[in-house]
Nanobody
Framework: VQLQASGGGLVQAGDSLRLSCTDS????????MGWFRQAPGKEREFVAV????????IYADSVKGRFTISRDNAKNTVYLQMNSLKPEDTAVYYC?????????????????WGQGTQVTVSS
């Protein structure tokens, strides 16, 4: 599994962004896929996770109703659609893959990580 995240940028509050994370390997559909974020001086925090088939998802309370996680297993890609962005969403966003069958929210349960993409939301 080799994950490459993209799609970050500088936007204004209220704008939208879509992050993508592509796996160059051949086992993408075997993993639950999550998005995490880390702001300066803070711990990495859970954002969203989707199951292997995309049929289930969990969201952090802070993004529920604004962010949507989805995946396309034919393209080995997981997405994070972020709407109504707020300055507090500013962080480096990471995608991650977990081989654990149950969808989980703790970073230590994830086996592979992408390099991160910066999202900056100005007020």
């Amino acid at each position: 599994v080799q994950l490459q995240a993209s799609g970050g940028g500088l936007v204004q509050a209220g704008d939208s962004l879509r992050l993508s994370c592509t796996d160059s390997g051949r086992t993408f559909s075997s993993y639950n896929m999550g998005w995490f974020r880390q702001a300066p001086g803070k711990e990495r925090e859970f954002v969203a996770v989707t199951s292997r088939d995309g049929g289930s998802a969990i969201y952090a309370d802070s993004v529920k109703g604004r962010f949507t996680i989805s995946r396309d297993n034919a393209k080995n890609t997981v997405y994070l659609q972020m709407n109504s962005l707020k300055p507090e969403d500013t962080a480096v966003y990471y995608c991650a893959a977990s081989a654990v069958p149950t969808i989980l929210t703790r970073p230590y349960r994830y086996d592979y990580w992408g390099q991160g993409t910066q999202v900056t939301v100005s007020s």
